[in-house]
């Protein structure tokens, strides 16, 4: 409705409308917020707070009555707007925002209803609103009344009525009294004039709320701005919520992260499988999806919908080298090839894809796990990270060579490590199988050997301080080795393997792997003193989390008793 069926354009005071590839573009005039002088209250019912401006209801008798009659070209519906014969409309959407969500047993999901009004030019502020709080149907049936739904119902009413012509209107035709005549607050809100042709709030966008604590709202917004239409509608959420109780209006924002990591080169189907105790298997894969997915010869299987996921069976061997997938069945050798265009499922539902590093000619297997963490940031203020916990980590992640302080010492502590023995390590003999795989064993993989060099409540104490006493950058330095050495491949030692260059005929500090640099990861977590970065080593597996948004800046939420939650 905000464009003509035959025009690509609409153009008013107030908004500028296109047509383009992906759908409607609105440019409202005012696209930021005005601060100062905003907000103002009516006086009557509930107290003024001293920082909002107090308004007389006689004025706002005037400001309603010239909200519901804005001026004829305001109210010309876009849709017509190319016609000879234009509709000049007042638009209305009625809405159900929830305020209290349901909690089964407890009590039912419950909303309040908010009616939302403007003139047919600004339609796209309704449009804006219902992409966000949605429409609550046509406010003429009886299904669609929330008096005769009490059970779904706050009690509470709001509404909203779009007018941005109102800074126009001038202090002395709204009633507002003259400076003599004004008491200290109107003067200190300036809520009088000395001059006959002063405009209200001097012409400077507002909105105006009367309300009372029956829970009844009626707001005028003088300016076409969407936040503001969005804003006044929380606020109104938490006038209800605050009125209803145990309930809560929360500037909040929320993402499920699911974890990656850097498999190194190889994925032993065997070994995973074992680690998550043999508990997933192809068959129930094939069971659970049906035809969704291709069963192929040899026990995979390909999603029909995206061909581009592979589900491979719980012992299938991914090695980088060969560029291949393997495993054996029933006597037979299967091969497939390892493509970074593709995305292997293992029956557990950890997702294996190939993916070059950022700044190296490098490949790794990725491991994302198949069940996310539900991140709510709950309360947050403005510049609080509402949506910065929806976004990756990877913009502060950067890339840079690794310094190495003492060659042969360095190496002679990094050998001692490696070489180690790690089978007395548990605190308890039976949690571990009295054996353990050597440090640079293909079969381990990296994140394994992060875990054997990380304290941990499962380590006796000793091996524990051991750990502790092992100094930063030689725990980097191994796990370094253990990510580009191939010991069921290169022949010698892996000394033999790592250098660091010679400037000027001495020896440098930046370590290289077969003459290449070591790249390292480091984040950034903020500025030293002096102005410059502060930057902290990360772990050799350590990637981003994957995320998916699931909730920005709005939430309602309830509190509820201990006893109505099982976990």
């Given at each position: 409705?905000?464009?003509?069926p035959?025009?690509?354009?609409f ?36 107290p003024?707070p ?12 005037h ?6 009659n ?13 016609q000879a ?12 925002p ?5 909690v089964k ?18 339609i ?13 149907g046509?406010h ?5 009344d ?22 126009e209107?001038r202090?002395?035709d709204?009633?507002?009294p003259?400076?003599d005549?004004a ?17 209200y ?22 300016d ?5 239409s ?10 209800s ?10 500037h ?7 974890p ?24 129930e894969v ?14 995979y ?20 080298d ?15 090839p ?7 499922v ?19 297997i990725?491991?994302t ?13 403005s510049?609080?990270?509402?949506s ?33 023995d ?13 054996n353990?795989?050597p ?9 394994s ?10 380590y ?31 022949k ?15 020896r ?32 050799s597996?350590?990637?981003?989390s994957?995320?998916i ?19």
């Amino acid at each position: 409705m905000s464009l003509p069926p035959d025009g690509k354009i609409f153009k008013s005071k107030y908004v500028t409308t296109y047509r383009i590839k992906q759908g409607i573009l609105n440019n409202p005039a005012n696209d930021k917020r005005t601060t100062k002088g905003t907000f103002h209250i009516v006086a009557g019912g509930l107290p003024v707070p001293l920082d909002k401006k107090e308004v007389s209801k006689v004025a706002f008798a005037h400001l309603l009555t010239a909200a519901v009659n804005p001026p004829k070209e305001l109210e010309l519906l876009p849709f017509t707007s190319l016609q000879a014969e234009k509709a000049h409309v007042m638009v209305s959407l009625l809405m159900r925002p929830v305020v209290c969500p349901e909690v089964k047993g407890v009590i039912p999901q419950k909303s309040m209803e908010i009616r939302f009004f403007g003139p047919g030019s600004l339609i796209s502020n309704l449009d804006f609103v219902e992409s966000i709080f949605g429409n609550a149907g046509d406010h003429n049936l009886a299904v669609n009344d929330a008096a005769l739904d009490t059970e779904h119902w706050t009690g509470h009413t709001g509404c909203i009525i779009l007018a941005p012509h109102l800074t126009e209107l001038r202090k002395k035709d709204i009633g507002l009294p003259h400076y003599d005549q004004a008491t200290e607050r109107q003067r200190q809100d300036g809520m009088c004039w000395k001059d006959e042709n002063e405009c209200y709030n001097d012409g400077v966008p507002f909105k105006l709320t009367c309300r009372d604590d029956r829970g009844v709202v009626v707001t005028l917004i003088a300016d076409n701005y969407y936040g503001y239409s969005k804003k006044e509608i929380k606020t109104q959420i938490s006038y209800s919520a605050n009125l209803f109780g145990l309930v809560e209006e929360e500037h909040a924002g929320g993402a499920i992260a699911f974890p990656r990591g850097i498999m190194s080169d190889n994925v032993y189907g065997a070994d995973f499988s074992k680690k998550l105790n043999n508990q997933y298997h192809f068959d129930e894969v094939v069971k659970l999806l049906g035809d969704k997915i291709e069963v192929m010869e040899g026990n995979y299987a390909i999603d029909k919908t995206f061909p581009d996921i592979v589900y491979i069976p719980e012992y299938a061997n991914i090695e980088i080298d060969k560029c291949i997938i393997t495993w054996d069945i029933d006597g037979k050798h299967i091969k497939l090839p390892l493509s970074p265009e593709k995305t292997y499922v293992h029956p557990s539902g950890n997702k294996f894809q190939l993916v070059k590093h950022p700044t190296q000619s490098l490949w790794r297997i990725i491991n994302t796990a198949p069940e996310g963490v539900f991140c709510h940031k709950p309360c947050t203020v403005s510049g609080g990270g509402k949506s910065e916990i929806s976004k990756s980590m990877q913009n502060a992640i950067q890339y840079g060579p690794y310094n190495i302080v003492n060659l042969e010492e360095d190496f002679k502590k990094a050998d001692e490590i490696i070489n180690h023995d790690f089978s007395n390590r548990w605190k308890t003999k039976h949690q571990g199988s009295g054996n353990s795989r050597p440090f640079l064993s293909p079969k381990r993989t990296l994140g394994s050997a992060v875990k054997l060099l990380t304290p941990s409540d499962l380590y006796s104490d000793e091996y524990n301080e051991y750990l502790n006493n092992i100094p930063d950058h030689i725990r980097s330095l191994v796990l370094f080795v253990k990510r580009l050495y191939r010991n069921d491949q290169e022949k010698g030692n892996w000394k033999d393997y790592m250098s660091v260059e010679i400037v000027n005929g001495r020896r440098g500090t930046t370590l290289q792997y077969k003459n290449n640099k070591v790249i390292g990861s480091y984040v950034r977590i903020g500025f030293a003193q002096e102005g410059n970065w502060l930057l902290h080593k990360l772990r050799s597996d350590f990637l981003p989390s994957h995320k998916i948004q699931m909730e920005d800046d709005i939430t309602a939420s309830i509190t509820v008793g201990r006893k109505h939650l099982d976990n």
